[in-house]
């Protein structure tokens, strides 16, 4: 029978490095979530002409952008705690709605006059694929000491 040599018990370098890589696209999310929510807290100029062509005044559109904060401070929360806060919700959801989200501000670009932007909405979609693909394959890249 042939032996598998994929996923040696013994740690390797290799091993080491494509653990720590696999947490990359993870990390990303969570610095452009994290970004946004404090974004939104502070009432960045950004976020207020994204939402501002909706038509509302400007007190409702400045709670908007402090809303979207919450939203994407909750968003970071859960692709970090989600197994403490929500341990039945799948994982894939999580990282599914993470990755399509974008459409909702780009939409909103689109409405007020500005282009969709798709390859932004492709690029953070494949970013959360890849996060969620090393979210499910990582426990066979974390290395092991052998005894």
């Known amino acids: 029978m042939p032996q598998d040599t994929t996923h040696s018990s013994k740690p390797t370098i290799m091993n ?3 653990y720590v890589v ?3 696209p993870l990390t990303l999310l969570l610095l452009v979530f994290g970004g946004h929510a404090v974004m939104g807290l502070i009432g960045h100029q950004d976020l207020h002409d994204i939402i501002a062509p909706l038509g509302f005044g400007e007190l409702v559109t400045s709670v908007l952008v ?3 904060g919450v939203h994407d401070g909750v968003v970071t929360a859960l692709l970090v705690t989600k197994n403490a806060l929500f341990p039945s919700l799948p994982f894939g959801v999580v990282f599914l709605y993470a ?3 974008p459409i909702v501000p780009r939409g909103l670009i689109w409405y007020g006059g500005g282009s969709f932007e798709w390859i932004e909405v492709l690029i953070f979609a494949g970013i959360a694929s890849l996060a969620y693909w ?4 990582r426990s066979s890249l974390r290395p092991r000491a052998t005894t």
């Open 99 to 101: 990755g399509l989200w």
């Open 22 to 24: 696999s947490f990359l």
């Open 134 to 137: 090393a979210h499910t394959t």
């Open 16 to 18: 080491l490095a494509l």
């Open 66 to 68: 402090f809303l979207a």
